[in-house]
């Protein structure tokens, strides 16, 4: 089965290029099968991971970054793949 998790965080004003740097940087403590990086209006940055898992594995997150870097805590989902179109 192939498990997303999904990492959602909304910047500082004006500190959306560190965020983004900030998140790009974090090294997982094992490799997933692809890690894609996203950014959008208001300074959100997207990190999502693919995962050999069943949904519920104990599998590595980003973790949050400090709190005056985000505006928010960070939004997390994992989502199960049901195939490609």
């Known amino acids: 089965m192939t ?4 990492w959602e965080a909304r ?3 004006g500190r959306g290029a560190e965020l983004l740097a900030w998140a790009r940087a974090r090294e997982l403590p094992a490799r997933p099968l692809r890690r894609e990086t ?10 999502i991971t693919w995962w050999d898992a069943a949904l519920d594995a104990d ?3 980003l973790p949050e970054p400090d709190a005056e870097l ?3 805590a960070v939004h ?3 989502f199960e793949s049901v195939g490609t179109e």
């Open 3 to 6: 498990v997303a998790l999904m």
């Open 59 to 61: 599998l590595p997150e």
């Open 76 to 78: 997390r989902w994992r």
């Open 38 to 47: 996203f950014r959008a209006p208001q300074d959100r940055v997207l990190v």
């Open 70 to 72: 985000v505006t928010r």
């Open 11 to 13: 910047a500082a004003a």
